[in-house]
């Protein structure tokens, strides 16, 4: 069965559960931004260029206004949307990070969450794409390593940085969530300083 519908009633949930002007994880963007990013990536990708971003958010500092933004991320995109077509492979992995983003976002740390199996191996997946995507070039190695002691080679080099957590970290991890992320990083300082380099910041 796919994973993000389901998904995207957890995120919609984490954003109803905070003021519009709640931190998140991305840095300078507070819930609305967060809100705004995807109802315009789903909806209107074009309006993300430009300012589009910022106007929406703007439009929804107030607590009515942020509900009803909220209520449009809970809406799925047009049947010819590849957000639509595409289900799984494009938002598996969005919809938990920016999950996450919420739920970490004011610096205290949430409650685990209990995912199904089923979608730890969809997250697994995503993790494989997205690592060699931003992490395949990097000028050290890179291995992943998750809590059953499963190992993804991400860059065969050397000297090798491993990264290590269960495998809903290690997504945080990949998409820049480093200090938010419960993973331990092993490695030359100098390798794992080139990874940091590497991720940067938390990925929209």
């Known amino acids: 069965m796919p994973w993000h519908p389901w998904l995207r009633e957890q995120l919609v949930d984490s954003l109803r559960s905070v003021p519009p002007n709640a931190p ?73 990070v920016h999950s996450e983003d919420v739920r970490r976002g004011g610096g205290v740390e949430p409650a685990p969450r209990d995912l199904p199996p089923d979608l730890v191996e969809a997250l697994r997946g995503a993790l494989t794409t997205f690592a060699r995507l931003r992490l395949g070039r990097c000028p050290v190695g890179v291995t992943l390593v998750d809590d059953e002691g499963r190992r993804l080679v991400v860059s065969d080099r050397e000297p090798v940085v491993e990264i290590h957590g269960p495998v809903t970290e290690l997504v945080l991890h990949v998409f820049g969530r480093v200090e938010a992320a419960d993973t331990e990083v092993r490695g030359r300082e100098d390798a794992v300083a080139q990874v940091a380099q590497v991720l940067g910041g938390p990925d929209a």
Do not use: K
Not at 39 to 60: C, I, K, Q, S, Y
């Open 24 to 96: 998140t994880l991305c840095e300078g963007w507070q819930a609305r931004h967060l809100a705004a990013h995807l109802v315009l990536r789903e909806h209107a990708p074009w309006r993300l260029l430009g300012g589009g971003l910022d106007t929406l958010a703007d439009e929804a500092r107030d607590d009515a206004a942020y509900r009803d933004l909220i209520d449009r991320v809970s809406q799925p995109p047009q049947a010819w949307s590849p957000h639509s077509w595409a289900g799984d492979a494009m938002n598996v992995a969005e919809f938990y």
